[in-house]
Each structure stands twice: as structure tokens, then as C-alpha cells.
């Protein structure tokens, strides 16, 4: 099978990772909510496997937040009045730090959690 090379497509909500021919629609979902509050993401591990399609939603309980993956090129942001939520195509193995980029208070530099994609050949379905 011919690989494509990788490519990113950031909408308005939405990111999307791709490495292959595999159409997200034939892969399995995983739906996460992330809570952030002074200081803290929950949960601060989100665990999936590649090859999984993964939503996303950030919420805030107090002060604006974001969740900021270097390595996958996602920033977002969320307020009290707004939540965001976007999708990525887990097609790299890999331990994704995220972290929260805003600096309205100390606290929010001490804000990290990880995106964990496991390989494909831990995947048992």
C-alpha cells in the first residue's frame, strides 16, 4: 500500500492529522471532555492508539485556558462562555505533551497533562 505524506488541515474547529489511505470514518472514535481549572487539566492523560480518530473538547471553569500540543501544530482556547472542540487522526505513535499557553495567572504555566498514542501492533481489536 503507497503511503501518502503526511498533511494537516486546520479549519475552524477542527484538526486533522493524516499519514495514509485509512478514511477516519472506518476508524475507531474516542471522545474526550477536558476540564480545566486553576491549575490543572482533568484528565491529564488521554490515552488512544494510532489509527484512532480522537475529539476533543476543552472546557474552562473559572478563567480562560488552552490546550497547546507543540508536536501537533493544535492550539486552542477556551472560556467560560465558549468551549472548543476539534478533532485529530492519531497517525503517529508517541507521548504528546499538552499544556496550557495563557499566562493570566502563575498558576497556569504549571498546567501539563499528555496526549498518549500507542503503537499499532499494541492494538488488540
Given amino acids: 500500500m503507497k503511503r501518502m505524506a503526511a498533511c494537516i488541515l486546520i479549519a475552524t474547529a477542527t484538526t486533522v492529522l493524516c499519514g495514509s489511505h485509512v478514511s477516519p470514518q472506518q476508524t475507531p472514535h474516542h471522545e474526550f471532555v477536558v476540564h480545566t481549572r ?5 484528565p491529564a492523560r488521554l490515552e488512544v492508539h494510532q ?14 485556558h488552552s490546550f497547546v500540543v507543540d508536536a ?3 492550539s486552542k482556547k477556551a472560556t467560560i462562555d465558549r468551549s472548543v472542540t476539534f478533532e485529530l487522526f492519531a497517525d503517529r505513535a508517541g507521548v504528546y505533551p499538552y499544556y496550557c499557553n495563557l499566562m493570566l495567572e502563575d498558576g497556569c ?6 496526549l498518549v ?9
Fill in 109 to 114: 504555566r504549571n498546567m501539563t497533562g499528555q
Fill in 38 to 42: 486553576r491549575y490543572a487539566f482533568e
Fill in 51 to 64: 489509527g484512532d480518530l480522537v475529539r476533543i473538547t476543552v472546557r474552562t471553569e473559572d478563567i480562560p
Fill in 72 to 74: 501537533l501544530r493544535i
Fill in 117 to 125: 498514542v500507542l503503537p499499532e501492533e499494541t492494538v488488540s481489536r
